[in-house]
C-alpha cells in the first residue's frame, strides 16, 4: 500500500459525498427561499459566518455559508465553508466541497490555494505543490497561492527554499501582513528569534496599514481559526506532539517534553481545541510521559483502549501530528505516509519508520493503513535506557516506542478498569480521508511554559 492507494479511494469516495453536498445546497436554497428574512442579505451573512468561525463556533458558522451560498453565486462564501468544515473535523466535506468550489471558481485563486493546503495535510504533498507551481506561473505574486505554498514548504521542513522565495516575493511586492505573518513563520521554523520578532513586528505593521476592505488585497490568506493558547507569546517555551488516550482523560507524549516543567502545560487538538494539563507520570529510560487534562476532551476524541490493537506485520504506516516549532502557532496536523523498515529493532521496545513529521519526530502517533495505532516517534534528544549513541547502535532514521511496548508500561497505571465504549465497525479498508477525519481531534500539540 503507498500513496497511490491513498489517491484512487480518495476519488471513489468523493462521488458520493460531491452528491450529498450539492443535494445538502439545494436543500438549503429551497429553504433559504421560503424563509429567510430579506435583510439576511450574502455580505451580512459572510460577516456573521466570519465572526462565528473566528470565535471557534464552526457549526453555526458553517451554517450561515450555507445560507449565503444559497442566496446566489458567492466565491466567498463557499470558500468559508470549506473553512468552516475543516474547522468543525468534516474533513471529507471539506476536501469534496474545495474540488467542486475550485472547479466552479477557476479565476478565483483562494479556491486552488486551499484545496492544494488541504490535499497536503492527508499527505498529497507532491500534486500540491505542482498544482500550485503551475498556477503562480500564470499569476506568480498571488497571495493566497504563494502563502498556501510557503505554509505546505515550511510544513514539511523545507525552510531554506521557503525563507528563498519568502524573500524572492517581498522584494517585488509591497508590504503585505499575511506574507510577513509566514515570513517570521519561517524564521522560527529556522530557529532565528531575531528575524522571527522583525517579521513579526513588520507583519502587525502591515495589517494596521490596512485601513479599510478597500485597501486590502484582493486575495489573502487568514490565520487559521483556532483556540489561541492563553500563554505569554514573549515568554520562552518548548512544543511537542502528543495524542489523547485514557477515554479522553490523557495525553501521551515524549518525555524530554515536559521534565522538569514547573509552569503551565497546554494541549491543542486539531480540531483547535485547547485543554490544560499537567504532569501526571514520566518513564524517561522509555521516552513517555502522560499528562492528565483538567477538563477530559470527549471519549470519542481518544485511541480506544487498548492501544495495543494491530499485527505487527506492518508493511505501510503513516504518522500524524503537528510540525513542531517550539510556539503557539495555528495549524493543522500533516499526515506523512512511509514504511515499516524493522517493526522490532531488538532495543527499548523500538521500531523503524521512514515516515517523519520533522528532525525531531516528537511524540507523533505512528498507525497503520486502516488507522491502528502502532507506535510513537520518539525525539532524538530522549534519553533511552541501555542506548547512549542511537545513531551509531540503530543508524540514522525515525524510531518509534512500539504500541505493544506502551500498552505493557501503562496498562497497570493509567488505563480505566471500566469497559471501553465501542467505537463503530468501519467496512473495509477506510480512505485517507476517513482516516485523517477520524483522527483529526486525537493529535494534539503541547506547549510547556518553565
Not at 517534553?257 to 480540531?271: E, F, K, T
Request: aromatic share 6%.
Amino acid at each position: 500500500m503507498n500513496s497511490h492507494y491513498f489517491t484512487k479511494q480518495r476519488l471513489i469516495n468523493k462521488q458520493n459525498i460531491f452528491i450529498l453536498t450539492t443535494a445538502g445546497l439545494i436543500f438549503a436554497t429551497q429553504c433559504c427561499a421560503e424563509s429567510s428574512p430579506a435583510e439576511e442579505t450574502i455580505p451580512i451573512l459572510i460577516k456573521r459566518a466570519q465572526t462565528y468561525l473566528a470565535n471557534g463556533q464552526s457549526q453555526q458558522a458553517a451554517e450561515s455559508y450555507e445560507k449565503a451560498a444559497a442566496l446566489g453565486e458567492s466565491a466567498e462564501a463557499e470558500i468559508g465553508l470549506v473553512r468552516a468544515y475543516l474547522q468543525s473535523g468534516e474533513f471529507r466535506k471539506a476536501i469534496a466541497f474545495s474540488n467542486l468550489v475550485a472547479a466552479e471558481h477557476p479565476d478565483v485563486s483562494e479556491t486552488a490555494a486551499l484545496l492544494a493546503y488541504i490535499e497536503d495535510r492527508e499527505g498529497q504533498t507532491t500534486p500540491a505543490l505542482a498544482k500550485l507551481t503551475e498556477e503562480l506561473k500564470k499569476h506568480p505574486d498571488d497571495v493566497a497561492l504563494f502563502a498556501s505554498q510557503i505554509e505546505i514548504l515550511i510544513d514539511r521542513m523545507a525552510i531554506s527554499q521557503a525563507i528563498q522565495k519568502l524573500d524572492d516575493w517581498i522584494g517585488r511586492n509591497p508590504p503585505h501582513g499575511d506574507i510577513y505573518r509566514l515570513r517570521a513563520r519561517a524564521a522560527l521554523a529556522a530557529g532565528n528569534r531575531e528575524d522571527l520578532l522583525n517579521w513579526r513586528r513588520k507583519a502587525a505593521l502591515a495589517y494596521e496599514s490596512i485601513s479599510s476592505p478597500a485597501t486590502a488585497a484582493v486575495t489573502k490568506w487568514p490565520v487559521h481559526a483556532m483556540e489561541s493558547f492563553p500563554i505569554n507569546d514573549e515568554k520562552p517555551k518548548k512544543s511537542g506532539n502528543g495524542f489523547v488516550i485514557d477515554q479522553g482523560r490523557r495525553i501521551l507524549t515524549n518525555a524530554s517534553l515536559v521534565l522538569n516543567a514547573n509552569g503551565d502545560v497546554w494541549v491543542r487538538n486539531g480540531l483547535g481545541k485547547i485543554r490544560k494539563a499537567k504532569v501526571e507520570k514520566t518513564l524517561p529510560d522509555h521516552g513517555l510521559a502522560v499528562l492528565r487534562l483538567e477538563t477530559a476532551y470527549p471519549k470519542t476524541w481518544s485511541l480506544p483502549d487498548p492501544l495495543f490493537n494491530a499485527s505487527m506485520d506492518v508493511h505501510f504506516c503513516f504518522a500524524l501530528g503537528f510540525p513542531v516549532t517550539d510556539e503557539l502557532e495555528k495549524s493543522y496536523p500533516i499526515l506523512s505516509p512511509g514504511m515499516v523498515v524493522r517493526s522490532d529493532t531488538g532495543y527499548g521496545g523500538l521500531m523503524q519508520v521512514t515516515s517523519t513529521l520533522g528532525s525531531e519526530n516528537s511524540g507523533s502517533p505512528i498507525f497503520d493503513g486502516s488507522g491502528h495505532f502502532i507506535g510513537m516517534t520518539l525525539a532524538k534528544q530522549e534519553p533511552l535506557k541501555g542506548i547512549t549513541d542511537r545513531d551509531a547502535l540503530l543508524g540514522k532514521g525515525t524510531f518509534a516506542v512500539r504500541a505493544n511496548e506502551i500498552q505493557k508500561l501503562l496498562s497497570s497505571s493509567i488505563h480505566s478498569k471500566k469497559k471501553p465504549a465501542k467505537k463503530n465497525a468501519v467496512k473495509g479498508t477506510p480512505s485517507v480521508e476517513e482516516l485523517y477525519e477520524n483522527l483529526l481531534p486525537t493529535v494534539v500539540t503541547i506547549v510547556v511554559t518553565p
